[in-house]
């Protein structure tokens, strides 16, 4: 009687923890993948979703990554231009929903897609195994059954990895790293100086093609599914253009394959215009000479930026989008600082009275700053600034620096834009103090220490940074 019992308990047990186990399994996934990340490891979601007032976002492949100057173009317009593009593998569905998650009704959506997006039809397992972990950024869907699907068809090794990221994962570690970039006006380009991939045997056509040679030279329902979410996009932007990826071959677009293409091109165009959708230029102004192809087919050398960005710019200028980029030179440089402000504001952790902030503390910004070595930070150029939070109320107003320097440094220091004095330093472990009145300082608001130095210089021939001082660490008392 009692084995029969206990038979029953364990059976309902099981039962039990059948039904539990996945369904905690689905709660915590939901729960961690739409978990938001302040601060992106990654610099792309971080510009996407920190700048501020009206941009040009552009979004596709690694073609874009490497053939458009975004600086150039955000000069010529005077609008904040990011280029969000990395890997044409990822989905278009997942790149327009994350746009959408932080587009504003002045951003303009510029998509060069590399021609397989046209013809996909599945998904590939690198994007779908990793969404949880670093590629959270672009976890974002249509639907309750688009996220269910997602779930299911995560292998659960690739679930516990993921997992271990995100647990590990420190976001105000990489603030200071992405404001950085920001103020040194990178926006999301990349430079591509590798050699051909010689693994890479497909010719040009077939490579570029590879998914209408697979599925036909004709529009997925998947790519007519991505429209209907463009045209949403549409209601709440001031405008989606698509214009021709970037290509570089001598072979690519051959006779062979051309009058397919041409068809092809007229198919897309004529979808396109039905559903009141611009594209711009032509897909053969963007193919570039075999010399200046990088390691793939859609990857162009360094050179071929300014030309590519060019052709681009000449493009929308040519053509009636050119209204939707005027933009007023004044108010385009109040956005940059909307946007440095912004970016600074995310700075959440107070420095206390007494406490030795280190050279590598993700309490503070740095800005002018080279990378932490094992020690210190070395000052870049002539000035160099801290950004920092501190409670001034129990202060006496004392600064302490603990120092090296690069030869006899006069140093400056301000605090948001008081002087605090000047003191001459030359050599290793050296501590200097300066005296201040603590109501130079805000509380609950960013301050900037900025330190200027009389003779940055470089500190031998191999290295090509102007050091002035190291920063081992500071206190505030």
Known sequence: MKTTKKAKQFLLTV????????LLYIIIYHQVGNST?????YYKPFILQHTKGSRIIIDSGSNSLYALDTYMIEKEFHIQTINLSDAAAYPLEQKLLRIEKYLTKDDIILLPLEWKYYSRIQLGDFFKNNLLGKLN????????????TQILNTPFPNFIKNIKYRLLYNQYEYLGRNIEKFNNNERGTRINNRNFNSELTMSCDKYLFLKQLKNGYELSDTFKKNIQIIKRLQTKSKQIIFTWPTVANDTCYSAEYRPQIDKFVIKIKKYLADNEIEIIGNPYESKFPTKDMADTYYHVKPNVKEIRTKQLINSIKQHPVKKYFNEDKLQYQKNIQLSKNNMLNLL???CLVKEKISFKSSKVIFQGWSHSEKEFRWSLNNEAKIHFKINPRKLIGN???????LGKQNIKV???????????????????????????????????????????????DRDNRLLAMALKSFTFE
């Open 37 to 41: 990340v302040l601060i992106d490891k």
């Open 399 to 405: 600064l302490k620096l603990n120092i090296n320097t």
């Open 348 to 350: 959440d952790e107070d």
């Open 414 to 460: 301000t605090i948001n834009g008081d002087d605090l004095g000047e003191k001459i330093v030359n050599g290793y472990n050296k501590q200097i103090n300066f005296n201040f009145d603590k109501t130079i300082l805000n509380k609950d608001k960013i301050n900037t220490m900025k330190l200027e130095f009389s003779n940055a210089h470089r500190p031998n």
């Open 15 to 22: 039962l039990i923890l059948s039904f539990i186990t996945p």
């Open 137 to 148: 950024y672009y976890y974002n869907f249509n639907s309750n059954l688009d996220e269910f």
